[in-house]
């Protein structure tokens, strides 16, 4: 568990490249610029292989300096003799990963995005039986970590074999089309997204650390059980609004700004009703769901589970319009408010956590968030949405 933890980086170790090609792939498909998917798809392959290759010998230079079993602090003697083995599996996994997952943002750039679901799941079943076989076979970590973390690695492989060789082999990267100034192009993209990125991964995953920093560790599963809970629902908004990243980029590309109009309007107004009915009916079986999980050890307060619900609607309707908002690369009034809101939201927190307990974390992520966030980003979306330029039209 220790080792899986570091798959917390893998939104952060492309740079945002991931995100800057699938806005780029997107803005060229509007434009019919097939040369230019291609120039970005190669681009960025060249620059995910020189980081996954760059990455790999600083492990390997620091692996033998650092004693990673202390690190880790086991104590067994099975455990510190696999530790650095299991490393070097998942690192090469994750390296590896890096470069091959250019299919997947290519596929969500041209509003393919099921074959990258379809390949996802095949994977995680594939790990699943991995995992189940690894423990029935009683093997060592190395090989455990194997099975979990290579069999994703290798359904992205075959991903890309059969779009690239077989379905879309015009697409195939090629050092060739790498461009200089395309990469330049991807990189500046990515390089928003990534911090943007870094901002809000701090302001949305530290409520496990503040709960244990300032309530004590033994009431973290007080608050993390119902949180996972309704992150369910987010989740679910989540698959729904995706889609509509790549769509928004290309649509602003061609100018179809009713188009866009429209489709921000409906995705918002669809996710509030939807994330709304099922947080209500979350809420009121919340407690009996909870002791059928947890038993009744884990007996969260009401206010808690109230705040937790009406976050999960807002945090819902905050992906319908972070999709517009990154299909468009209206990025830089992101960042700006979600550093605010990041900082805030922290300070908030700990600040209600010693007031109400763990039931004041959602509130506090309720109101930075709601007045530092989502209120300025609906009066600059508003305003930005009416400097979006109509198609030309023929005389």
């Known amino acids: 568990m220790a080792i899986s933890s570091f798959l917390a980086i893998a939104g ?5 490249l991931g995100n800057g090609l699938l806005n780029s792939i997107a803005r060229a498909q509007g434009k019919d610029d097939t040369e230019g998917v291609k120039r970005a798809l190669s681009s960025a392959f060249a620059s995910l292989c020189f980081i996954s290759a760059l990455m790999l010998v600083l492990f390997f230079v620091a692996y033998r300096f650092v004693p990673w079993a202390d690190f880790f602090r086991v104590t067994s003697a099975t455990a510190r003799l696999e530790t650095g083995p299991t490393l070097i599996v998942f690192t090469l996994c994750f390296a590896l990963n890096l470069p091959a997952g250019v299919v997947q943002r290519a596929q969500m750039g041209l509003q393919e995005g099921f074959r990258t679901n379809t390949w996802q799941l095949a994977g995680s079943l594939l790990a699943l039986m991995g995992l189940f076989m690894g423990i029935w076979f009683r093997v060592g970590l190395p090989v ?4 979990i973390a290579g069999a994703p690695l290798v359904a992205t492989a075959l991903n890309a074999f059969f779009f690239f060789g077989v379905r879309r082999p015009d697409l195939r990267p090629r050092w060739s089309l790498v461009s200089i100034d395309t990469t330049k192009q991807v990189m500046s993209i ?11 991964a701090v302001a949305y995953s530290a409520d496990s ?8 560790a033994v009431n973290v599963p007080e608050y993390v059980i119902p949180q996972r809970m309704f992150s369910l629902i987010t989740t679910m908004a989540a698959m729904f609004v995706t889609p509509l990243w790549p769509a928004y980029a290309e649509a602003i590309s061609r100018g179809d700004t009713v188009w866009v109009r429209r489709s921000l309007y409906r995705s918002m107004v669809i996710v509030l009703l939807l994330t709304g009915a099922v947080s209500l009916l979350l809420l009121l079986a919340s407690h009996k769901l909870i002791y059928w999980w947890a038993g009744p050890t884990v007996n969260p307060p009401m206010l808690l589970l109230v705040g937790l619900a009406i976050w999960t609607v807002m945090e819902s309707c905050g992906s319908a319009l972070a999709a517009f908002l990154n299909g468009s690369g209206f990025l830089y009034f992101q960042i700006v408010t979600a550093g605010i809101f990041g900082i805030s939201c922290i300070t908030a927190k700990i600040y209600l956590a010693r007031r109400l307990g763990i039931a004041g974390l959602p509130w506090a992520t309720i109101i930075t968030w709601g007045l530092l966030n989502f209120i300025p ?3 600059y979306v508003r305003w930005r949405l009416g400097r979006l330029h109509p ?5």
């Open 190 to 200: 990515g390089g928003l997204f990534f911090i943007l990125q870094i901002v809000v």
């Open 391 to 395: 198609p030309m039209t023929s005389a």
């Open 209 to 216: 650390v503040v709960v244990a920093r300032t309530l004590g």
């Open 377 to 379: 980003l609906m009066f």
């Open 12 to 16: 952060f170790a492309d740079f945002g």
């Open 144 to 147: 455990l970590v194997c099975a």
